[in-house]
């Protein structure tokens, strides 16, 4: 690659740009000749992406009425053209993920998606993302440029840059596009009831609880441990009977707590992604076979509604000890 | 008007074989149609079966895509005819090749008005092929899509879930969605519905029949590995449930979780 190198970084999260940032220069190491970020905001978003040591910035400030961020693809992809940058760098949140695919598209290249690092392999720097729901992983290398690579919030730290010279701040004007979904309403989503990726116990239903009513017998376990209620899949988007934020897999949560405790849970690849990071995991079901007791520290291949009534009645004379 | 339904095909990730070298291997696992695209694909039904239409599942893939049992579990779940694209080279194959062999494959079924995707496939979950294609045809392409609704010739009311806010759209047809998981919960096949499906139409096209030479890779796959795992005990507590209980109990305790 040339030492000539541009950097593109767009996210509508502000706080998020920093991450990008950052990734882009460990990426590059000293290899670049600028990186500018796409901000559409306000003049403090513009101060914060200052922060983060971008050498200059492109600034929409305002998205006319009926238009979505995203509308700002058109914006973005003149300016591409224009720059022929060698990276594209995109906070992978539901926006960041549909300008990616248009951008692809109207490049022909494919994106890096969900980075997670990046490593030297036989001379090449190649990027290591997710396949198969977690179950395994792929080192890719675009063949095309320029790069367009997405990377999630969380994986890689902000840092504040203290640079010789502010960055450069160029207004750009927003550019209609020609065709559009046109948006009628927004509303807020009713705030969340759990945060599970901060929880420190979790206790994770599954396809083995038979009955709703039954929520009821692992709240019970819940309150003795100080533990947030968490799902798989089917039983909040096929049953509904906990919110979405409470499941735990590769479109839902991400959990890094102290403890899992599995009643019920068989195991499947999409569930367990979500779990690699618990520190100790307990599984309860009743089929030996599950494929969760490979996953786990320790195993009750017993019928939950048996473990967990000799469970609670356990924690509470450990407590009365 | 026809609905087309794109659906991946892949290896069931619950097959993988881990080598004790971190190697990993889909040799013997079972092909199917990605989970997450199935409430795409009743999606598609259900509009049909409301506002009229007819829907065509599309798929493309290696040769393995094309079996018996695969193309009756679509065509038993609602779509009246599958459309196969079907070449070795299409192996392995990264985003920008998947929607530009999709976006030819769709210009050439008729009178195509609206395109839907689950929200990704269950072998790669990059979520990317919907948007991509959609903006290869030049249509209004968006992601997330939680509801559908016909309001009038030429129009849908489309709701969209982000992570903070929902949005309402109206769509101008023809457009490309990419729809939730949660958008519809699919139908069990009837045994009316499987003994039709074998009866239903599967036209199988090369990458030449959609008018595709030179798919030259956009991507570089350097390898494929296990991820690393934090090592688990893999205890099995054993006795009556009150002692395996007991067990655990101890075992929490040494652990310092309780």
Same mark, same amino acid.
């Given at each position: 690659m040339s030492s000539q190198q541009r950097? $593109? =970084?767009?996210?509508?999260?502000?706080?998020l740009i920093g991450e990008l940032a950052s990734a882009a220069r460990r990426l590059n190491g000293d290899d670049?000749?600028?990186?500018?970020? &796409?901000?559409?905001?306000?003049?403090t978003d513009v101060h914060q992406v200052g922060s983060y040591g971008v050498d200059s910035i492109y600034w929409v400030d305002q998205i006319p009425d009926g238009y979505l961020f995203e509308d700002v693809f058109l914006t973005l992809l003149e300016l591409v053209q224009q720059h022929k940058p060698s990276s594209i760098w995109i906070g992978a949140t539901t926006s960041g993920r549909l300008i990616c695919g248009r951008l692809a598209a109207r490049l022909d290249i494919s994106a890096i998606t969900d980075v997670r690092s $990046?490593? +030297?392999?036989?001379?090449? &720097? /190649?990027?290591?993302?997710?396949? $198969?729901?977690?179950?395994?992983? !792929? =080192?890719?290398?675009p063949l095309r440029l320029p790069a367009l690579i997405t990377v999630a919030k969380g994986q890689f730290a902000a840092e504040v840059v203290q640079h010789a010279n502010p960055p450069k701040v160029i207004t750009l004007p927003f550019l209609i596009p020609e065709k !559009?979904? &046109?948006?009628l309403e927004r509303k807020d989503l009713p705030p969340v009831s759990v945060n599970l990726a901060d929880a420190k116990r979790v206790i994770c239903l599954g396809r083995g609880i038979a009955? +709703?009513?039954h929520l009821a017998l692992a709240e019970n376990l819940a309150d003795e441990l100080g533990a947030e209620i968490a799902c798989t899949r089917p039983l909040s988007e096929g049953?509904?009977? =906990?919110?979405?934020?409470?499941?735990? #897999?590769?479109?839902?949560a991400y959990i890094k707590s102290d403890l899992y405790i599995g009643l019920g849970v068989s195991g499947q690849v999409q569930h367990t992604v979500g779990i690699t990071d618990a520190k100790v995991i307990v599984a309860v079901n009743r089929d030996p076979d599950a494929p969760i007791f490979k996953q786990a520290d320790y195993g009750i291949a017993a019928d939950l509604y048996e473990v967990l009534p000799a469970l609670i009645q356990a924690i509470r004379s450990t407590k009365g000890a | 008007m026809n609905i087309v339904v794109c659906l991946k095909i892949s290896p069931d990730p619950e097959d993988l074989e881990i080598g004790n070298d971190g190697s990993v291997s889909a040799a013997h696992a079972e092909w199917k149609i990605g989970g997450f695209d199935l409430p795409a694909l009743e999606a598609g039904v259900r509009l049909a079966e409301m506002h009229g239409g007819r829907v065509i599942a599309l798929s493309i893939g290696p040769p393995p895509i094309n079996q018996s049992k695969v193309r009756k579990d679509i065509l038993s779940r609602g779509a009246e005819e599958l459309v196969l694209v079907v070449d070795e080279a299409l192996q392995d194959v990264s985003t920008a090749e998947?929607?530009? /062999? =999709?976006?030819?494959?769709?210009g050439k079924i008729e009178d195509v008005q609206l395109v839907l995707f689950g929200e990704g496939s269950a072998d790669l979950y990059f979520q990317q092929?919907? &948007? +991509? /294609?959609?903006?290869?045809? #030049?249509?209004v392409s968006l992601n997330a899509v939680r509801d559908v609704q016909w309001v009038e010739e030429g129009n849908l009311l489309v709701q969209r879930v982000l992570e903070q806010e929902i949005q309402v759209f109206e769509v101008p047809l023809p457009a490309a969605l990419s729809v939730t998981s949660d958008i519809c919960e699919p139908r069990l096949a009837s045994m009316r519905e499987i003994l039709r499906a074998s009866k239903k139409p599967v036209v199988e096209w090369s990458l030449a029949d959609v008018g595709v030479e030179n798919l030259s890779a956009s991507v570089e796959i350097l390898a494929v590995q296990a991820p690393p795992r934090a090592a688990r005990k893999g205890l099995i507590l054993n006795g009556s449930v009150e002692e395996a209980v007991g067990s655990l109990v101890i075992a929490l305790k040494k652990e310092g979780m309780l």
């Open positions: 950097i $593109f =970084l767009i996210s509508e999260d502000i706080s670049y000749s600028s990186i500018a970020a &796409v901000v559409v905001g306000n003049q $990046f490593e +030297q392999h036989e001379n090449k &720097v /190649v990027m290591r993302h997710m396949i $198969f729901a977690g179950g395994a992983e !792929r =080192l890719e290398r !559009r979904a &046109v948006l009955r +709703q009513e049953l509904g009977w =906990l919110p979405r934020e409470r499941y735990i #897999g590769i479109s839902g | 998947t929607a530009r /062999v =999709l976006a030819a494959a769709i092929t919907g &948007v +991509q /294609v959609g903006e290869r045809l #030049g249509w």
